[in-house]
């Protein structure tokens, strides 16, 4: 119970101090110390836990992904490809709904920590002939952003859950995608609400042919980082790097020109965020505390569908990340689930509750660098993502009635 009351406290300040409009990169250094104070952590461990959180290989991979999206998103918005990619897209898709939705969907399918940031562009692109509020925009990029997790083996987290398991990855997928048809369906009825048919602007319409060639030949770079990681498991930072010197050579920038974009493109402000919710992060591995939460869980003898829906919840809104929730909480669930193999509906649930708390985190990394972006009110985007998670999240349903 105090791992509990401790990291709620701490939960609560952090929300306060975003609602007091405070960086998120200084919020999650202000919650890092509170945490470790509250647990009486020694300093020297704490420091210790911030720089692995800074130079670890993970912590510098994901760093190295973020900045490299950035360049390649500047790259693609000044080259003016960018804007051709949307055009000739709204001539294949008239509709610019299914421009906004298939864009963060697209970009989706490759698991680069925080690619929400490179679908913004898109989304915003694409819905410059419609009025929405920022919060929508936001929502639709951050939603359709996340469809693929539940079911893609190129995101660890699913992978993780079948190595610990031991059931084949083919059958949690099966488990799992009523939760991704439901994130498709519930989109189209709350984030493009308000929002009619409105077709392709007549003088841009220059024959589907001629578009889809554009657009194949913008998307090539997107299409290229994809096959070289999907395909031939190449290191994302390897891909992401390769992809941008050769834009930078096809495109023909001089070396002021480089140091231009790379000024441009690298934002001081949204590196300092990753380093504060990547040191919240450590802080909560070298706290012990959610492994804590996750024991007296355990040990409570509160009904089994209630703790395996509300350990991984509470993991992944305290660390945003699909992979902390299922390595800190799955091996502690999986004895409730019915032995070894556990039962393949009540791991769905799980996975499914798990990746609502992601989506609902105050330090998922999409979620922020898509509100920066768009320069949304935190409080406004939450009040669209709400319900139709929870409703994704009821789809879970589904796998523990066929599969039980």
């Not at 920022?134 to 936001?138: I, L």
């Not at 913008?218 to 941008?244: D, Y």
């Given at each position: 119970?105090?791992?509990?009351?401790?990291?709620?406290?701490?939960l609560a300040v952090v929300v306060w101090l975003l609602r007091r409009k405070v960086h998120l990169g200084t919020v999650m250094v202000a919650g890092s110390l509170l945490l470790a104070l509250l647990y009486l952590t020694p300093p020297l461990r704490f420091l210790f836990g911030v720089r692995t959180a800074l130079v670890s290989p993970q912590s510098l991979e994901m760093t190295a992904t973020l900045v490299f999206t950035m360049i390649m998103e500047n790259i693609l918005r000044t080259t003016g490809t960018l804007k051709r990619m949307v055009e000739s897209l709204s001539e294949l898709l008239p509709d610019p709904r299914l421009v906004m939705a298939a864009m963060p969907a697209m970009i989706g399918m490759l698991p680069s920590p925080g690619g929400a940031v490179f679908s913004a562009p898109m989304v915003r692109e694409a819905s410059a002939r419609l009025s929405l509020p920022?919060?929508?925009?936001?929502m639709i990029n951050y939603w359709y952003r996340h469809i693929w997790e539940y079911v893609s083996p190129l995101y660890p987290g699913i992978i993780l859950v079948a190595g610990l398991s031991h059931i084949p990855y083919q059958r949690i997928v099966l488990a799992n995608a009523p939760f991704a048809v439901s994130v498709v369906c519930w989109g189209a009825l709350f984030c493009f609400a308000g929002i009619g048919s409105i077709p392709a602007a007549a003088e841009n319409r220059t024959g589907r042919g001629r578009a889809l060639?554009?657009?194949?030949?913008?998307?090539?770079?997107?299409?290229?980082?994809?096959?070289?990681?999907?395909?031939?498991?190449?290191?994302?930072?390897?891909?992401?790097?390769?992809?941008?010197?050769?834009?930078?050579?096809?495109?023909?920038?001089?070396?002021?020109?480089?140091?231009?974009?790379?000024?441009e493109s690298v934002?001081?402000?949204?590196?300092?965020?990753?380093?504060?919710?990547?040191?919240?992060?450590?802080?909560?591995?070298?706290?012990?505390?959610?492994?804590?939460?996750?024991?007296?869980?355990?040990?409570?003898?509160?009904?089994?569908?209630?703790?395996?829906?509300?350990?991984?919840?509470?993991?992944?809104?305290?660390?945003?990340?699909?992979?902390?929730?299922?390595?800190?909480?799955?091996?502690?669930?999986m004895p409730l689930m019915g032995g070894d193999p556990p039962s393949l509906g009540l791991l769905a649930l799980a996975f499914g509750s798990g990746f609502a708390g992601v989506m609902l985190s105050p330090v998922h990394l999409c979620l922020v660098l898509t509100r920066e972006y768009f320069e949304a009110d935190m409080s406004r985007v939450y009040r669209r993502l709400w319900i139709p998670q929870t409703l994704v999240l009821a789809a879970g349903a589904v796998p523990v009635y066929i599969f039980s």
């Open positions: 119970m105090t791992d509990l009351l401790k990291t709620i406290a701490v920022a919060d929508q925009k936001a060639r554009t657009f194949l030949f913008t998307i090539a770079p997107i299409v290229a980082t994809l096959a070289a990681v999907v395909l031939f498991r190449v290191n994302p930072v390897i891909a992401m790097g390769s992809v941008t010197a050769l834009l930078y050579a096809g495109h023909r920038y001089r070396p002021s020109a480089i140091l231009t974009s790379l000024r934002s001081l402000k949204a590196l300092f965020l990753v380093f504060g919710i990547m040191i919240f992060q450590e802080t909560l591995r070298v706290t012990g505390a959610l492994d804590g939460i996750s024991r007296f869980f355990a040990a409570s003898g509160l009904p089994v569908l209630l703790i395996i829906t509300a350990i991984p919840f509470l993991a992944g809104l305290m660390t945003g990340l699909t992979i902390a929730y299922v390595g800190i909480t799955f091996p502690i669930l």
